[in-house]
Each structure stands twice: as C-alpha cells, then as structure tokens.
C-alpha cells in the first residue's frame, strides 16, 4: 500500500499496527505521517549510523499493549528502583521500565545517531533521497525492460522511495544469488513469495549508476 495507507485499525484483533517505520521516516523524512504509528527505527541503514541504534515508539495510549519479548534488566514493578527514579513527581512509565535497558549492552551506537542526523542535515539529504529514488527508478525501468515482467505497484514516489521489490522471471533464487555475488560481487536479496520470485534494491547516498548497472 502507498506509504500513507497505515492506520491504527490495521490490527482487527488487538486495534494497532506495528510497523518497521524507517521506510517511510528515514526514506520519505515523513515524521508526521507516522507518528501515530507504534513503530521500530533501525537508524543503521538510511540514518547512516552504525548497527544497534534502534528504536522503539508507541504513543501513551498503546504502550500497555507492547510487552518486551525480554523484559528490561533491573525492572521490578513490585518495588521502587533506580530506574523508576528520575527526580519527578511524575509516576514511573512501565513501558519504560520494561524496555529501556538491555544488560551491559554497549550504547555507544545510540550515541552517533545525533552525528549521523547533523551529518544528513549536512548534506542536504532530501536531495540525496531524490537522487537515490531517481536511481532506483532506473533500475526498476532496467530489470523491468530485460524481464518483460509487469511491475507489482505504479512508477510513482508514493509507492516507493529508495526501495523497491521487482518482479523476475522463474528462477532459481539461491543460485541467481550466489552467482551474483560469485561472479559480479553484487550482493542483494532474491525472494521467493508466492511462487514468484523477486529482488530486491535498494539505493543509499553512496550507491552509483555504475553499481545499478552491474547488477542489471
């Protein structure tokens, strides 16, 4: 669906819908278009900051619904700890404490996200994303012409940004896979889903016409 099609209804079951929202954040830089969306941010790919600076948003509304698959170290809802004081009147968020600390896990990846951001406010990143979406689109156009293959949604910004899923031929998708990286040291997703198969491109700010090319 285009990128503004989510809704909190999505979810007839429990009335929400939790999505990946980096597509449409970090690739459209449409922050209030999902902000009503309980959502996970992995900054590591469009942010460009290093792997392990996640991050996870939920209105106050839906925060009792999202429970941690482990549960936060140190949280105890029984008692007043450490991380339940931070010197306010304010009661402590039991979405906080159930998610907020992972162990001894190294933060120092969280804290490059806000050189990353400043990197990008830098750059001029909306017309990097432009450029990449304008990159992607001529991939798309490639593959599309050498395969025959209708495409599965409209050549149109709404329906993809800086990443796109095309149609291919039967095949099959380990081996185009491995020969890919083998021979031409291209690698990329190749994905089978209902009985059809696909790749999958993407285009950051680093990526080149001559990287497109070697994978077409």
Known sequence: MPYGGYSLGDNQSRGISTISVLRTIQQKGARSQTSRLPGCVNSHKWVCSPKGSAFLYARKEVQHLLEPLVVSWGWQPEKTTLLSLD??????????????????????????????????????????????????????QAIGELTGLEQICPDSPEWYAQMATIPLPPCDPEELKRRLYDEYRVEVPIISWGGRQFVRVSVQGYKTREDVEALV
Do not use: K, M, N
């Open 87 to 140: 010197g306010s009147d304010t009661p402590p968020s039991p979405f906080i404490l159930q998610q907020e600390w992972q162990g001894t896990r190294d933060i120092a990846a969280y804290l490059s996200v806000p050189a990353a951001i400043e990197f990008q406010a830098d750059h001029d990143w909306p017309r990097v994303r432009q450029e990449c979406h304008e990159l992607l689109r001529y991939a798309r």
